[in-house]
């Protein structure tokens, strides 16, 4: 199956830093890519949706300016968190959608950050 | 009440039972998805379906559009089978946003 890669897999950073996460589709191409946050033991949530070449849509209650994402390339999408506070702490995850027009969705395995 | 409810919340059984986890969906959808989130977080996705059945192994997954219920099944589990089993189902005209169940702890015991 389509693959999809995260780096870094984990961070650690000093409160008030900015930390890059990068989303990868390593062998197709990516249209829009979901951002998805984790609180232990809780379901994903859905941070925004990002499609090639324009401004991501985000969820109700998250914060562009914090969360700031870049989908340049159909391969590649990246999540900023800026001024990054201990209560960012969480598990990270991107998904890329195959196809316009489908739901055939593959997850990358994650970014944990740990803002201390 | 939310819109994807799973049951059960977790599950321990012993190596070589037969495993069911359900799901029910209150919403149209476009697609069902089965996913698998093992110790350490990564997902991968098992199955997307939006209709009948579906085997992949010693998985299958099943759907019924009518009573907007699915299941996935494990026959012959093993404990490398552990893991957070999620239910995600695609709303119909929504973009393919999914909407989440919380999640099935399974724990297969050797």
């Known amino acids: 199956g389509a693959v999809v890669s995260q780096h870094p897999s984990w961070v650690i950073c000093k409160s008030g830093t900015s930390v890059k996460i990068e989303c990868r589709s390593l062998?197709?191409?990516?249209?829009?890519m979901f951002w998805y946050r984790q609180f232990p033991k809780q379901s994903l949530m859905l941070m925004a949706t990002?499609?090639?070449?324009?401004?991501?849509?985000?969820e109700q209650g998250v914060e562009k300016d914090k969360f700031l994402i870049n989908h340049a390339s159909l391969t590649l999408s990246t999540l900023t968190v800026t001024s990054a506070h201990p209560e960012d702490s969480s598990f990270y995850i991107c998904?890329?959608?195959?196809?316009?027009?489908?739901?055939?969705?593959?997850f990358g395995p994650g970014t944990r950050l740990t803002v201390l | 009440k939310n819109e994807v409810e799973q049951s059960p919340q977790n599950l321990t059984a012993q190596e070589g039972e037969f495993i069911t986890i359900n799901c029910s969906y209150s919403?149209?959808?476009?697609?069902l998805h089965w996913l698998q989130q093992h110790p350490g977080g990564g997902i991968v996705s098992l199955f997307m379906?939006?209709?009948?059945?579906k085997k992949h192994g010693r998985l299958i997954a099943t759907i019924n559009i009518q009573e907007k219920h699915s299941s996935l099944h494990i026959t012959a589990s093993h404990p490398r089978d552990s893991a957070v089993y999620i239910c995600?189902?695609?709303?119909?005209?929504?973009?393919?946003?999914?909407?989440w169940g919380a999640g099935t702890k399974l724990i297969i015991k050797p």
């Open positions: 998904s890329a959608r195959v196809q316009p027009g489908t739901d055939t969705q593959y």
């Open positions: 062998d197709f191409q990516a249209t829009t």
């Open positions: 990002s499609n090639e070449g324009s401004k991501a849509t985000y």
């Open positions: 919403v149209g959808i476009s697609a």
């Open positions: 379906l939006s209709s009948g059945k």
């Open positions: 995600a189902v695609g709303i119909r005209g929504s973009n393919y946003q999914l909407i």
